[in-house]
């Protein structure tokens, strides 16, 4: 039964991850290492040139631009809307925190298999390739989206610190739930994906993680052009950008199964 045969791979999986200390640690210590940085750094603009920026013409289109997914901040004083603002990058930021996990962990677990020659008696299983490679994608996933709601939880209680808990109820909203419940989970189970990929093909645990490594670019470009105005993703971008994302993620995976041929790949790894 198809269920159970991903099941089967989730537990090897997570057998595998819970014997590594390293690994535990990227799963905890990496997102929160993550999390900090974003917040110190969101502080620091705030601090050194939020002023600045609420009076400065090239971020006015930016500001106004605010008002349409966050229609309170109309109300709201110019500083407390740069401050808004940069609450909002929150939202890139965590997705950095799926990936950087995956990069590591997705990358590694096949390459370490084939290392080990560990991968050999589970491609004799009656498994499939692509309850082969879900199983082992959702095996990182899972954990990683927990901590990564765990660290969206402990951005609020940041924001609370920072002094700008009055903020909160512009910034919880539509666009930031279907961030965190439809981008972030699409984001990070493509990084899985794409980790599986260059750990299946590549020979060593180096080249498998720069395989996935551009993966994070198009994230600070996507943090880039919203603090810029180029582009402001409203509500319905938002949502067309995770379904998009979901559409990959499918032909993503038709695409790792396609790679993974399991036939010779005993035969290429030996």
Do not use: Q
């Given at each position: 039964?198809?269920?159970?045969?991903?099941?089967?791979?989730?537990?090897?999986?997570?057998k595998v991850l819970a014997s590594e200390p390293t690994t535990i640690m990227?799963?905890?210590?990496?997102?929160?290492?993550?999390?900090?940085?974003a917040m110190v750094a969101i502080w620091l603009v705030?601090?050194?040139g939020g002023e600045a920026m609420a009076g400065n013409a090239f971020f006015a289109g930016t500001l106004d631009k605010l008002v349409t997914s966050y229609p309170g901040a109309v109300d709201l004083p110019d500083l407390d809307r740069v401050r808004l603002l940069l609450l909002t990058q929150l939202n890139f930021f965590t997705l950095l925190i799926p990936t950087m996990v995956a990069i590591y962990a997705g990358a590694?677990?096949?390459?370490?298999?084939?290392?080990?020659?560990?991968?050999?008696?589970?491609?004799?299983t009656p498994v499939k390739t692509w309850e082969l490679l879900f199983g082992k994608a959702m095996a990182g996933f899972l954990p990683a989206m927990i901590i990564t709601w765990i660290c969206a939880a402990l951005a609020l209680v940041g924001v609370y610190i920072l002094g700008w808990g009055y903020l909160i109820g512009h910034y919880i909203n539509i666009v930031w739930a279907v961030n965190f419940f439809l981008i972030s989970?699409?984001?990070?189970?493509?990084?899985?994906?794409?980790?599986?990929?260059?750990?299946?093909?590549?020979?060593?645990?180096?080249s498998a993680q720069n395989m996935v490594l551009f993966i994070i670019f198009p994230i600070f470009i996507l943090i880039a052009v919203q603090m810029t105005g180029v582009i402001w993703f409203t509500p319905?971008?938002?949502?067309?950008?995770?379904?998009?994302?979901?559409?990959?993620?499918?032909?993503?995976?038709?695409?790792?199964v396609r790679l993974f041929q399991r036939e010779s790949i005993i035969i290429r790894w030996r």
């Open positions: 039964m198809t269920i159970e045969r991903i099941k089967n791979v989730l537990r090897n999986e997570w990227l799963f905890t210590l990496v997102p929160l290492i993550i999390l900090a940085e705030a601090m050194i590694y677990g096949i390459v370490e298999e084939k290392v080990s020659n560990s991968l050999e008696p589970l491609l004799a989970p699409a984001v990070a189970f493509l990084s899985f994906l794409l980790g599986i990929i260059g750990s299946s093909r590549a020979r060593d645990h180096r319905l971008i938002i949502v067309v950008m995770g379904i998009v994302l979901c559409l990959i993620d499918l032909l993503v995976l038709r695409i790792a």
